[in-house]
Nanobody, 123 residues
């Protein structure tokens, strides 16, 4: 499976971005998917996760209400809608796939990773 993340860019604080992650292969609909981010000098952290069917989603408390993960299995794509962006949201955002279909939050749960897309938020 190959994952291609896109949609990053420069946005002003308070603005919005929608990230996309396109997956190759027919098994996408069975994968759990997630977004992680990593800022310079910091560890990679979970941002959002969604199960294979979309019925389970996870967000860290600090991001609830601002970030929304969704998926379109017909398009082999998972999305991350980010609203009310803050300078501290700036990071490289990675998408990841879990063959077991979970809405996972631990890095070790994921089998495939995209290359990352850079989000910059100006104050």
């Amino acid at each position: 499976v190959q994952l291609q993340a896109s949609g990053g860019g420069l946005v002003q604080a308070g603005g919005s971005l929608r990230l996309s992650c396109a997956a190759s292969g027919r098994a996408f609909s069975s994968y759990g998917m997630a977004w992680f981010r990593q800022a310079p000098g910091k560890e990679r952290e979970s941002v959002a996760a969604i199960s294979w069917s979309g019925d389970r989603r996870y967000y860290p408390d600090s991001l609830k209400g601002r970030f929304t993960i969704s998926r379109d299995n017909a398009k082999n794509t998972v999305y991350l809608q980010m609203n009310s962006l803050k300078p501290e949201d700036a990071a490289i955002y990675y998408c990841a796939a879990d063959r077991l279909g979970r809405a996972g939050i631990r890095i070790g749960m994921f089998d495939y990773w995209g290359q990352g897309t850079l989000v910059t938020v100006s104050s």
